[in-house]
């Protein structure tokens, strides 16, 4: 494989989401590799820097049924997952499916609801099912969800649980742009609104396609071995409480076989596996206290890891 239909795909949504979003290429590649890996995205930044919009943006890049769901602090688990009515006419209990009921999901703010409706989720993000009263409903294919929160010590925001953001394949940040990117934006944004002109670029069965394409990516095993001392390397550093697990590996194989396939590749090799480990490992990586941890911040930690454990000669670019 070497550049193709792949790649041009890739290309495309990238830049139809270019057209809302500016001054952060690199946070959008990797929202459009975790769709592409049928994965689940989580963007955490302050407020107003264009978290929603690049949710929307790449909802509207697919031509597929997308919802929006603003989680506030009244929210029940009802009002994600759907209800069941009685109907006097039938006599009968008619299942109302919820927002969760689409292609693309967007979870705005949603660390702004308790727990209990937060858990919600877990169930249809994990199994791509969702179980009421009893009864179990498909999800329909391609299913992502793109949440979106504000930082912890933001107020009126709850911790999501460590089985919530076990879920998601990649956390990012989008940032402020740069001040050329900033002027683009006022000058673009103050006469108009890109995203409502926003028209689809994929549909649903390239996407599955696609996704078909990464789960068939070789990945040899010097380079799995890469990113089980990378593992390793996390459950020993002094800064880190909880190191990643297995599953957080098999998350980073499966990610990096996405970035190998959007690149032209049908083999990974180790500068994918670096390339995607802090979007991918980051929030599944528990720190210690800042005072026992001297003030080491995940990213950095990532990085001192990516530096320090050692790539064999064998895994630079294993077939």
Excluded at 59 to 86: K, M, N, W
Excluded at 124 to 140: F, K, N, S
Excluded at 194 to 209: G, H, N, R
Aim: a negative charge.
């Amino acid at each position: 494989m070497d550049g193709g239909p792949a790649d041009g795909l890739f290309t495309a949504i990238v830049n139809n989401v270019l057209k809302v979003i500016q001054g952060n290429e690199l946070a959008i590649r990797h929202a459009v590799t975790c769709l592409v890996a049928g994965g689940h995205l989580l963007i955490e930044d302050v407020p107003g820097v264009g978290k929603t919009s690049l949710g929307k943006s790449i909802a509207a890049s697919v031509e597929c049924r997308h919802r929006r769901i603003q989680f506030t602090s009244d929210l029940l688990p009802s009002d994600v997952t759907g209800v069941s009515i009685y109907d006097r006419a039938t006599s009968q209990f008619e299942f109302r499916p919820g927002p969760i009921f689409a292609n693309i999901v967007l979870g705005d703010e949603i660390n702004r609801t308790p727990p209990k409706t937060q858990s919600a989720l877990l169930e249809a993000m994990e199994e791509r099912q969702v179980t009421v009263e009893g009864v179990t409903y498909p999800l329909p294919e391609p299913f992502m969800v793109i949440a979106t929160q504000n930082p912890i010590e933001h107020e009126g925001t709850y911790p999501l649980p460590v089985s919530q953001l076990d879920r998601f394949l990649m956390r990012i940040h989008i940032g402020y742009p740069d001040p050329a990117a900033e002027v683009d934006l006022l000058e673009r944004h103050g006469v108009d609104e890109p995203l409502v002109d926003l028209e689809s670029v994929a549909t649903p069965e390239a996407v599955l396609e696609l996704a078909q394409r990464v789960r068939e990516v070789h990945c040899s095993t010097a380079v799995q071995r890469y990113i089980v001392d990378l593992a390793n390397a996390t459950r020993t550093h002094p800064a880190v409480l909880l190191g990643m697990s297995p599953r957080a590996g098999l998350a980073l194989q499966r990610a990096a076989r996405a970035w190998a396939v959007l690149h032209g590749r049908d083999y990974v090799i180790p500068d994918d596996v670096k390339a995607l480990a802090l979007p991918v490992v980051g929030h599944r990586l528990e720190l210690r206290t800042a005072r026992t941890a001297g003030g080491n911040h995940v990213a950095a930690v990532v990085n001192e890891l990516l530096a320090k454990v050692p790539i064999l000669e064998g895994e630079r670019a294993s077939r």
